[in-house]
């Protein structure tokens, strides 16, 4: 399997591996005709560049790392497309990691991170914390993070504010005398729980009341779905259901048909994340329409603009909206 | 924001940028005094080798370019999961790029890989044709499909066999005398979906009859659901009908509830590539367990094959199996 290399496009054309490596990286102290004998060597034997020696030359990889959770959900994989979007304009190449669970996983992916010298990193990883983040920063790359709002020098964020979400929409809900409002735990995503949940405890709070509808799923069940079919038997109905994912809100959907419970005349029900499935469910699920491509997309935006000069203008903190899809399983 | 070099760790210890070199790429021509002097400057500044410089010396880079489409499937996410983990296992680094729609946008990605010189390349791609992958073998980089069976001398695959898959299953139905069969077209996956009816055509065949149960969707129509709901207008019901994702099956299981069809009692439902969402719809839909996770992970391993000794005796072609999930929604 032999390759075209700089070494054959030299011979080709009678001069230095450096005129070539010139040539290649745009230097301007290449004679033109030099120059196009280079490039007609280049031509004719089909040789590419090679991208690490180009980069080296340059100092740049014009490489980020992506760090995201294992890329099985949907939502991940809109992240991912807005993020791919905006760096295939600015060029740039991306090496993809993904975390499962525990720290040692996540230790083992900043040593390879930071072994392969890129440029900038974009984590979105709900389970990460401060420690290993400040282990990344040691190193002075620059970092986006989406989800989390967690900035300072080297390190930018990309959010929705879960909280105020929950907050606004609890508040809502109250002026309009549901005040049972129950939110599901949901174990994959505990950082986005602890705001909602923040988010509730605030709104009533507000409302001179405390919120105490936080149903934890007890580890030795299997799913939410068995769970919830035991706890509808000694528990009383809500006026509101708030789960995070699509398959909760089905959960509960299949839930309160087996058992009788008209959604939405007897009990609401609200998914925080949308998907396409929400609007398959019959009635179909209401939520909120998350801008799950934007995040990546502003994201890989905004790291661009912090590897550059723009850096000293840049607004380290992007706060994204949302908006609430009202569809039947909420009046 | 200056990183630490390999000048620096240089200067430190006092000897020779070569040296550094050497010691971090393992050459055991180095002295062993020296070899410690270096570590501890190393660790004392806290440099991390560059791991391009370093498959630069190796002439490595320890890369595989990932080509997949646009990350928004669940099933995509799956083989991306089992590729990474075996990535992993063999230390590669994963380069990710999407493809959208349309051959400029494969061309441009072909482009960037060449140019990247990575080690290997795995496609996943049911769009990908003869021409474009014609293109990426004349590199003579070695390349794994995942999904489509077309092997050579630089190509592995990895694949199911959707004909046979159709094939068995529409026989299993004529032997029990449903023969009104159909299959729904899907114009995300047109590779698949010729598999399918291809496989329906030839057991058709085999029982002395013609398939003439293909669906297409025209194009005037947003989604499978509003045409299916026209459909059912002037159509007679099927015995079974085929869909490739589960939010086809959907459409058709929303459709036949609003229209008064019990599913399974008057007509059945199969959805070929199953999901967890399957199992949330009421009636559950029967499926057939395809080993998203393993096709990745073996196409993975298939590569490293390729790029090591191991190449001479790996078989390139590898078939997985499948199993069919009976659900609520056939009999």
Known sequence: MKRITIYDVAKEADVSLATVSRV??????????????VQEAIEKLGYKPNAIAQGLALQKTTTIA???????????????????????IYKYNIMLHTTTEGITEMNDIIENVIKSRVDGVVIFNDKLNKEELNQLTTYQIPI???GNRMSDETVGSVYVDYAKLACDYANECIRNG???????????NPAMIKQLRDGLSRAFKENGMEFSGYIEIPKEYRSSYLFLKE??????????????????????LNVAKEEGVDIPNDMELV??????????????????????????????RLLTKMLTDENDVVD??????????PRQSTK
Chains 1, 2 share one sequence.
């Open 178 to 188: 549901k005040t049972d409002i129950a939110l599901i735990e949901d174990r994959k």
């Open 144 to 146: 986006v993070v989406i």
């Open 66 to 88: 992506l760090i995201v959770p294992e890329a099985s959900y949907f939502y991940t994989g809109q992240i991912i497309n807005g993020l791919i979007d905006v760096a295939k």
């Open 271 to 300: 998914c925080i994340l949308d998907s396409k499935y929400n609007s398959m469910a019959r009635p179909q699920i209401s939520g909120f329409k998350i801008p799950d491509y934007d995040l990546g997309a502003v994201a890989m």
């Open 231 to 252: 706890y509808v038997k000694t528990n009383p109905r809500k006026d509101v259901v708030i789960t995070y994912r699509d398959s909760q809100a089905m959960a509960v």
């Open 316 to 325: 380290k903190e992007i706060e994204l909206s949302y908006i609430f899809t």
């Open 24 to 37: 290649i990286n745009g230097s301007d102290v290449v004679r033109e005709d030099t120059r196009v004998k």
